[in-house]
């Protein structure tokens, strides 16, 4: 992947979350200009689902105390709700289609 292409990979990683942030209904904002950084809707799920993550793989330490643990939980959702919104809807859709 090229700078160009990873950077306009973050630039609409930033722009669905902020729409997220303002629209809090847990819909994965999408349209057709992401085309170009991401194959489809999918995609972009897979994105935001592997950032998650990551953010909890480089926060969370379990050698932490348990207090510590619980701000950092706190501290990671209140960042994240709007993303994990999206992506608690689309895994129920998920088990709805099942």
């Known amino acids: 992947m090229t700078w160009t292409e990873t950077r306009r990979?973050?630039?609409?990683?930033?722009e669905v979350r902020a729409m997220a942030e303002i629209r809090r209904d847990g819909v994965l904002p999408w349209c057709d200009?992401?085309?170009?950084?991401?194959?489809?809707p999918d995609e972009l799920l897979a994105e935001l689902e592997y950032r998650w993550r990551l953010h909890v793989e480089t926060q969370i330490d379990t050698n932490l105390g348990e207090s510590e643990m619980d701000e950092r939980?706190?501290?990671?959702?209140?960042?994240?709700?709007?993303?994990?919104?999206i992506l608690e809807a689309h895994r129920d859709r998920?088990?709805?289609a099942a």
Do not use: K
């Open 9 to 14: 990979r973050q630039d609409v990683i930033r």
């Open 94 to 96: 998920e088990l709805t």
């Open 73 to 85: 939980w706190s501290a990671l959702h209140a960042w994240h709700q709007p993303v994990l919104d």
């Open 33 to 40: 200009d992401y085309a170009d950084a991401f194959a489809g």
